[in-house]
């Protein structure tokens, strides 16, 4: 039904386009204060519980505005603003993170980017559209349900590396509790190449594009904002997003709404490294 | 005694262009082949045990061959060829990784550098003139003792960040035994932003820059060719790199050695790291 709509009113290679220039033009627009204390300003609380800072209200101010421009009638699901509904119809989700690794953004480190969604449901498995934009390069990653994942104009797929010792892996364990801590010791003593480079939505596209193996984020801290749109770029590259239980995902587009999940390229490694995590 | 000498026959001004101008030849010359399967080739076993890939060798060889062309008389120590006697005089020691971040270099992923000090002695203490450069973007920082430390033409110095819960603090812990996970657990639990990009070197020089507060090893697993030059880099920049027993680290130069240690922005955020790293 709404499949239908979508297709009626936008169709969605218009909608693909219309995110594409959306990220292009974040990256336009912040490209002048990064790394400055402009962009650290503090200037309020966003409806995901972390503060807001200039640089995030920036980029999502643009993207907001896009979606007005264009005459979209949609519910925006914001990491900052919270659930917006912009026309009369609302005839599907946008999911924006405006800027995931906002940290790494104010300090200059080369590694943040926007990350925008759409959804036919409110829920993560109803996604069909995601688009990333490395917002240090420019690099844009991609992917339309049944259609493919891409990095500019190539088509990415997923490493077929399976064991743990020769693989690339990501973990986000900042803050972690002990008992996360506790779990996770088997798979730190088993890896050679940990990683985590502080924008979570981009380290998934590493694993997207065959960059990195996997990324893995069990703390369930992680906000479903942050990752709607690579969950659809992983997929599409042949890879697979599942719940340490071994389970589809299934949470609702909230902001407030948290996710723990084991980001793989291939089913074989993601098994690999469930066997090293503690229960 | 060795000091004189190299004043008398080359000038460290001097020492330390050739150092840059170096450094530039390995990254054009490396570049072609970045995320290829002919850079990651495996051609033998380093001095320093680990394995030697085509893109290592290919950048060592750059390096061997301009101190050669040069007519340098000095003790080259390298984590590839091991210790190799160059001219009659051995007047002072040059110390290379021709590629930290091994890794990352060869599947594509933009975090590696090339490390080339220059030491008085067989001692790390003793170094007196360090070069990385980012073989992904030739971002350069180099440093001679006393003159303060540069990213390309800019003076750089640490930041003055203090509390643990608004640093970024880098930490290498890959194949991490459990006894080294569990003394790390209080500071896993505090530190907001834990990151690791792969190549420490220039993981160090984020720390002289002030992009990063802090990063840590200790493992005792890394090499101290690795260090060698952001070492003397990070202590220009106001940093300081001291083992985890608050001690100078004096290890002796050779590719077999192993170094421990935290390299922190300011006093002040190491006792705080040092306070949440069990003993």
Chains 1, 2 share one sequence.
Not at 99 to 126: E, H, M, Q, W, Y
Not at 142 to 163: F, H, P, Q
Not at 210 to 233: E, H, K, N, P, Q
Request: hydrophobic share 40%.
């Amino acid at each position: 039904m709404i499949k239908k709509i979508l297709f009626n009113y936008y169709g969605l290679k218009e909608l693909l386009d219309f995110l594409i220039n959306t990220s292009k033009e974040v990256y336009n627009t912040i490209k002048p204060i990064i790394g400055s204390s402009l962009a650290s300003e503090v200037i309020g609380k966003g409806a995901g519980g972390d503060w807001t800072m200039r640089i995030d209200r920036l980029a999502e101010d643009v993207i907001i505005n896009s979606i007005k421009k264009q005459n979209l009638s949609c519910i925006v699901v914001s990491e900052e603003s919270g659930i917006i509904n912009i026309g009369s119809k609302r005839d599907f989700y946008i999911i924006i993170d405006s800027i995931d690794g906002t940290t790494n953004a104010v300090r200059g480190i080369p590694f943040f980017c926007t990350s925008i969604a759409i959804s036919k449901s409110n829920l993560i498995k109803d996604v069909c559209t995601g688009v990333v934009l490395n917002l240090w390069d420019g690099t844009i990653f991609y992917a339309e349900k049944g259609n493919g994942a891409y990095m500019n104009d190539k088509k990415i797929k997923t490493s077929n590396r399976v064991l743990l010792e020769d693989a690339i892996i990501g973990i986000d364990f900042s803050k972690a509790e002990e008992s996360i801590v506790n779990r996770l010791k088997p798979l730190f003593k088993k890896i050679k190449h940990i990683r985590h480079f502080g924008a979570n939505a981009l380290e998934i596209c590493y694993v997207a594009s065959g960059l990195i193996d996997a990324f893995i984020d069990i703390r369930r801290v992680l906000r479903v904002t942050d990752i709607a749109a690579s969950y659809i770029i992983l997929k599409e590259a042949g890879g697979l997003m599942l719940t340490p239980e071994k389970k589809e995902i299934n949470s609702i587009l909230e902001p407030t709404q948290r996710v723990s999940f084991i980001a793989a390229s291939n089913p074989v490694i993601y098994d690999e490294i469930l066997k090293n995590i503690k229960k």
